[in-house]
């Protein structure tokens, strides 16, 4: 993969799963999730690259991964592993790890969503995005027909949520992490939602 976003970084790993609401019956199924990896510029990664490029500003919560006794964290284990491995599909495998972590927390007030990691280095600094639109509907035209879209994703919802890690790796790398989400405000120290701590990290 040779991709570069406009602040220069380059782009190892995009990664995107569509993710229903939990089913607590059928529990995991992979047939309920999507995946896909993207190798290729466009205008989809363009909109998330200038997510990615502008994530560290945006982002007003600092966050942290809670350790066991042993100093040890799933989630963060999984973003260490991500990064130190070049092998796409050991990647992939541990992308695919996380969305079902983030299907096991996704219930019906979450709504569908779309579930995106894009891991990029700069010189020595290596930056992992995780974020989560939540599927709205809505309607689209070219100025001569009018479309009905079920679900579109976008980060002017106020259910978009978004972590940035970004560190020299090594095995003390992104215990500390800055978070986005849009349903608190960005001053709030509270717990502000079960995607980026409790179930899936901890705040600080």
Sequence with gaps: MNLKTKQAFAVN?????????????KKYRNRLLKYKLVNETGKSTDFLFKIFDSAKKDCKI??????TDSQENEVRDLLLQMAQ??????KEQIAKSLARRM????????????????????EKRTRIMLCRFKGVEA?????????????????????????????????????????????T???????F???????FETVN
Excluded: C, M
């Excluded at 600092?62 to 350790?67: C, H, L």
């Excluded at 939602?193 to 179930?199: A, L, P, V």
């Design 185 to 191: 405000s960005p001053n709030s120290y509270k717990p």
């Design 139 to 183: 309607l689209h035209t070219d100025g001569k027909a009018l479309a009905y879209l079920a679900e579109v994703f976008s980060k002017q919802s106020n259910h978009y949520k978004l972590v940035v890690y970004e560190d020299i790796v090594s095995i003390k790398s992104f215990w500390k992490g800055y978070a986005i989400d849009k349903q």
């Design 62 to 67: 600092e966050i942290a991964f809670v350790s």
């Design 13 to 25: 790993f995009i990664f995107f799963a569509t993710i229903p609401p939990h089913d607590p019956v």
């Design 103 to 122: 299907y096991d927390i996704t219930d019906d007030r979450n709504g569908a969503g779309l579930f995106v990691i894009i891991e990029g280095k700069k």
């Design 85 to 90: 491995t070049n092998k796409i599909s050991d």
């Design 193 to 199: 939602s079960n995607f980026w701590i409790e179930k």
